[in-house]
């Protein structure tokens, strides 16, 4: 019994069937009929990702598709809402519950807005015309404007949030530059199949074009499309993968380092006591940073009305005591312009204990005991302070700011303080002065206290006799770092709350730091993301050995799969155009 084969198609129907056919897995397949040849080669190369499906409709009726896009879209707006939450965060120091939900939902509709801007630009590569709905032009229009205002936000008033961000490479690069690796062999599986397969099609349109045919369209014609699809996809991943290869060249990283050259653990200082405890620059926070084993105890100097000492850091009352509820009238005053009288009713800790908003991002809940105390915390006298920090032998730094102008002690506060630390008989080298008012006065009358400066030059802390340094991490980092080190200047950072940060202070071989969160870092016995550099040297060569050679058999297998594909088809072909010859 003879078999049905197909006709053999004529010249013209091979003429439209090449105008109609696709340039490669992401453009628009056509329904129409086309040769043998053809068909059954594109058949044998479908691509089952969710992308080939959605170009396979209209614009208008894209949305079906995009379904099981939904689940990748939530994760990356939950990431990238945790990054923004967190800058948030670290800017206004609260946190915000509703922000996770409202930058959750921008997230996912940025990540569907890119994704239709990406199957547009695909249907308009492939010449079909876009079926754009009202709605999507109006929800591409409002995300490209949300997204606009959120990076000016960031970038007006995040500003040194981004150098933090410059900061975290230093200790996690490394570890990018071996996770890198490890990914670019998992993408080098669909770079292979997409090379491969354009290299496939466009050996088809060559067999398949006549002379006449290359003359008259030369380089422009699919076959030039092909090739440039090939470099633009490519290209970028082989020289990605080459600097992959070679970046250890030009990285540094404090972490890697020999373990005998590791410096000792930094020195603690509790900022503002342990304010991750108990209400800040209260006798409650400064006792658990005493418990806790802090080194050290910081906190804020202000000058009361009748010239009394108190520890606040705002120059206001609002944030951390009760004065709206006992005189909101006033409530925006400075705060040196109260009695101390007033000053001592006021609840400092009631903010802490009951306020539903966390202070800080980790904080632990408070147990019960710990809950009541602090309700019960009033503002502290700088005499205070001095009395646990000369019992526990704790060392002290304070900001001394300055009254305002129509303060009575605006002239005499530095003689104030400095009085007042003398009769509360502590030890003076115990007191690390760190205002930078009057330094010959308080030189004569307390000799044995420790000067701190800010960021100076090496020349001005030589010239005034000053051996340490307190700074903001984020400035030296990025300036002068070696150069303080050069000098055997001692360094203070603040603030540093998170086990990374410290961990790269460690590394760094900073003296000590001032934080927060003084109960997670004393825990820490050895600095995360910590290795040697033999250890670093002998993972990168192995990962660079064993990625290459990976690479090199997923694009091997591919192609000895490609090329059994095409065999297999020629021998169909090659039977089909006998039996249809035959009469």
Known sequence: MEKDWPKRPSDRQLQEARKKTPIGPLLLRQRQPVSLHTSHHQSTRKSSSCATFMLNSHWGRAATGTKKSYVYALRVAFVTSNSVILVVFLGTRIWFFWSLVLLSVLGILAAYTTMLVVIGFLLCWGKNELYLHWYHKILVLIVIMLCSLLM??????????????GLSLKVFAPYIHLSSISAMVLLSWPVAFYLIHLEGEARMRRNQNTSSERRRNKWCNMLTKLRVLQVVVGLPFLLILLC??????????????????LAPKPTFFGHRGAAMLGPENTIMSFEKAVEHGADGLESDVQISLD?????????DLRRTTNILEVMPNASDKHSSFFYWNFLSTLNAGKWFADSWIKPFFNMKPLSKADRERARNQKIPKLSELLEIARKANKLVIFDLNSPPRSHPARSSYIRLVVRV?????????LIIWL?????????????????????FTIEQLTKEKITRINVDYKNLFHNGLKEYKAANITINVYLVNEPWLFSLAWCSSIHSVTTDNLEVLKQINHPYYFMT??????MWIFLDILSAVFIVAIFYSIWLRESQSEKILQGITSYTDINVNQP
């Open 152 to 165: 000016w936000i960031l970038l007006t008033f995040c500003r040194e949030r981004w150098l933090t961000i």
């Open 244 to 261: 992959l290869y070679v970046v250890p060249f030009g990285t540094y990283s404090p972490c890697v380092q020999e373990k005998d050259k």
């Open 307 to 315: 010239e009394v000492p108190f520890l606040m850091h705002d120059y």
């Open 533 to 538: 550099p033999n250890f670093y040297m002998f």
């Open 435 to 455: 205002p930078g008012s009057d330094r010959d006065y308080v030189r004569s009358k307390a000799p044995g206290f420790q000067h701190i400066g800010r960021l």
């Open 421 to 429: 630390i003398l009769d509360s008989k502590i030890e003076q080298h």
